[in-house]
C-alpha cells in the first residue's frame, strides 16, 4: 500500500536553518490542511481571496491583507473558503532567532517569548497599514527562501525580516501574556488530538463512529456534536477529505492505478470515490492527474 504519513511534531527545513516557506494558491474552493501541529512558529499572509483557519479554540476568516500567527504547539487546519485564495506560510523554530552573545534582546524580547511567557497574538485584526507591513515582509521571506542565487545570502535576509516582523510587534505591544492563553491551555483536557492522530494513522482502514467517539471517551450522539463543533463539519466530512486530500497527493507523486490509490486511501467504491473527489477538488481523479497546476496542492 502507499501510505502517507503526515509526521506529528514534524520539524520544518534543517537542522542548521529551521525555516520552511510556503505560497498556497487554490482556484477552486477547496483548500484543505489536515490538522497538525508542530514545535515551530507558523506565520500566515492572505493575499487573495479568504482562507478559514481553525483551532482548536476559535475559528476564524482571513480575507486578503490579513495576516495571523500560529504559535508553537497549537493544533490547526486551513480550509477554502473562497472559489479562488492565495495565501504565504512561513513555519520556523523560535531557536533560529536566538543570538550567539547574550544581551538584553535576548533577555527582554527573546527569551520570554522561548520560554512561552508571551504568546504570538492572533493578529487578524491589526490595522490595515499594520498588516500589510508584516505581509510584505512574510511574502518576501518566502520569495528568498525559494532563490536559488548562492549569491544572494537568503537565510541571513530571512532572519532579518523574521526579527523586524517581531519588532512590529514588541513595537505595538501586541504579545500576550501566557495567562491570556489559560483557555487554550485548559481545553487541552478535551483536545481532538487523539482523534485526528487515529484517523492519520488509520484512513486507509474502514473507520467507524464507535472507534472515533471512543478515543475521547464520548458516547456517539455527544462526538457528534462536539466534534462538528470544533471542526465545523462532521468527522465523517473530515475523514473522507483527508482521504481525498491523501490520494490527490498519491495521483500526482505516483503512477499507481486510480482504482488502487482509492483502494490505498480507503474507498472501496470507486463510484462513490469519484463523487467524493469531484466534491472536493473540483474535477475526477483522471483530470486532477493531468493538469499542471493543480487548484489545490495536496498538503501531506
Not at 51 to 62: A, C, G, H, P, V
Not at 160 to 187: C, P, T, V
Request: aromatic content about 14%; hydrophobic content about 35%.
Amino acid at each position: 500500500m502507499n501510505k502517507i504519513h503526515l509526521q506529528k511534531e514534524a520539524q520544518h527545513g534543517t537542522p542548521q536553518f529551521r525555516f520552511q516557506a510556503f505560497s498556497q494558491r487554490d482556484t477552486c474552493g477547496q483548500y484543505f490542511a489536515p490538522y497538525h501541529w508542530h514545535d515551530e512558529a507558523e506565520f500566515l499572509y492572505v493575499t487573495e481571496g479568504s482562507i478559514t483557519l481553525r483551532t482548536e479554540t476559535s475559528t476564524k476568516i482571513l480575507s486578503a491583507g490579513q495576516v495571523s500567527f500560529i504559535n508553537p504547539g497549537t493544533a490547526h487546519a486551513l480550509f477554502g473558503n473562497s472559489v479562488i485564495s492565495h495565501h504565504y506560510a512561513l513555519v520556523f523554530g523560535l531557536e533560529l532567532l536566538s543570538f550567539a552573545q547574550y544581551d538584553v534582546c535576548q533577555n527582554r524580547y527573546l527569551e520570554p517569548l522561548f520560554s512561552g511567557k508571551l504568546m504570538f497574538p492572533p493578529g487578524d485584526s491589526f490595522d490595515p497599514d499594520t498588516s500589510a507591513k508584516i505581509g510584505q515582509f512574510i511574502a518576501q521571506a518566502e520569495q528568498l527562501y525559494q532563490n536559488t542565487d548562492p549569491a544572494v545570502p537568503a537565510p541571513l535576509s530571512i532572519k532579518i525580516i523574521l526579527l523586524q516582523i517581531l519588532e512590529i510587534l514588541f513595537s505595538k505591544q501586541a504579545f500576550l501574556s501566557s495567562g491570556d492563553n489559560a483557555r487554550w491551555k485548559s481545553s487541552e483536557e478535551y483536545s481532538l488530538r487523539p482523534v485526528f492522530e487515529y484517523i492519520k494513522q488509520h484512513y486507509q482502514e474502514r473507520i467507524t463512529l464507535e472507534q472515533l467517539s471512543s478515543r475521547l471517551h464520548m458516547n456517539k450522539n455527544y462526538f457528534c456534536k462536539f466534534f462538528k463543533q470544533k471542526v465545523g463539519k462532521t468527522s465523517f466530512s473530515y475523514l473522507n477529505e483527508y482521504r481525498i486530500n491523501q490520494a490527490a497527493a498519491l495521483l500526482l507523486t505516483t503512477n499507481a492505478p486510480i482504482t488502487e490509490i482509492a483502494m490505498d486511501t480507503g474507498f472501496d467504491n470507486m463510484s462513490y470515490f469519484i463523487r467524493q473527489f469531484k466534491h472536493c477538488k473540483g474535477c475526477t481523479p483522471s483530470a486532477f492527474r493531468k493538469m499542471e497546476h493543480p487548484g489545490a496542492v495536496p498538503i501531506v
